[in-house]
């Protein structure tokens, strides 16, 4: 089993940075994703990192604004968020257990955070 507790989210204005974090108990030796929903859309895959840190993957709409990283030995994960605009706003997700785009293929999701941007 895996447990995950994000934490971070807020209200930014657009333009400004914000770092989640993803705190995991459990196996935390697996690949993890971001993930975010805003009201009314599916939700919409973010950026991804594999269980070692080796591989990262970001959606177009993250590239080069967002950057996924993992510490280990403090089973944590992070999704620093850089030149945020309003469209970022959403309900963050962290997610453990699959691999790839689709919210189908994890397991295990965290509660979520709100991360607000005005503009």
């Known amino acids: 089993q895996v447990q995950l507790v994000e934490s971070g989210g807020g209200l930014v204005q657009a333009g400004g940075s914000l770092r989640l974090s993803c705190a995991a108990a459990g196996r935390t030796f697996t690949n993890t994703g971001w993930f975010r929903q805003a009201p009314g859309k599916e939700r919409e895959f973010v950026a991804a990192?594999?269980?070692?840190?080796?591989?990262?993957y970001y959606a177009d709409s993250a590239k080069g604004r967002f950057t996924i990283s993992r510490d280990n030995a403090n089973n944590m994960v992070y999704l620093e968020m850089n030149s945020l605009k309003p469209e970022d706003t959403a309900v963050y997700y962290c997610a453990a257990g699959g691999v790839g785009v689709r919210p189908s293929e994890y397991t295990y999701w965290g509660q979520g955070t709100q991360v607000t941007v005005s503009s």
């Open positions: 990192i594999t269980w070692n840190g080796g591989r990262t």
